[in-house]
Structures are given as structure tokens and as C-alpha cells.
């Protein structure tokens, strides 16, 4: 939760000091990097889980 909100965080920056305009194209761009980073976490949740029976 920390480093979507640091993502967040990061983005409305960029949007407040480089961006002139808030539209449609830069908030599905942020989805994007929101989503991005959600499937890492649960990709390496996944790979990281030990499938061993004998345990």
C-alpha cells in the first residue's frame, strides 16, 4: 500500500510541476503504473511461496 501511495504521490507531482492539464490519457497512464507494480507483488508472491508437499 506504502509504494502504491508513493507512486501516487510521485505522479501528482509530476503532474502538478510538468503537466499543464489533468485529462484522460494521464490518469489511465497512472492505472497503468498502479497496475504494473500491483502484478510485480503478485508475481513474486507466487514464486516465492514454497509448493514443497513434504513440509
Do not use: H, R
Not at 507512486?7 to 510541476?17: E, K, N, R
Amino acid at each position: 500500500m506504502a509504494s502504491s501511495m508513493l507512486v501516487t504521490l510521485a505522479w501528482l507531482a509530476l503532474w502538478i510541476f510538468v503537466w499543464a492539464q489533468l485529462d484522460t490519457e494521464k490518469v489511465l497512464l497512472l492505472f497503468a503504473y498502479l497496475t504494473a507494480l500491483q502484478a510485480g507483488y503478485l508475481v513474486g508472491a507466487y514464486l516465492g511461496v514454497d509448493t514443497d508437499p513434504n513440509c
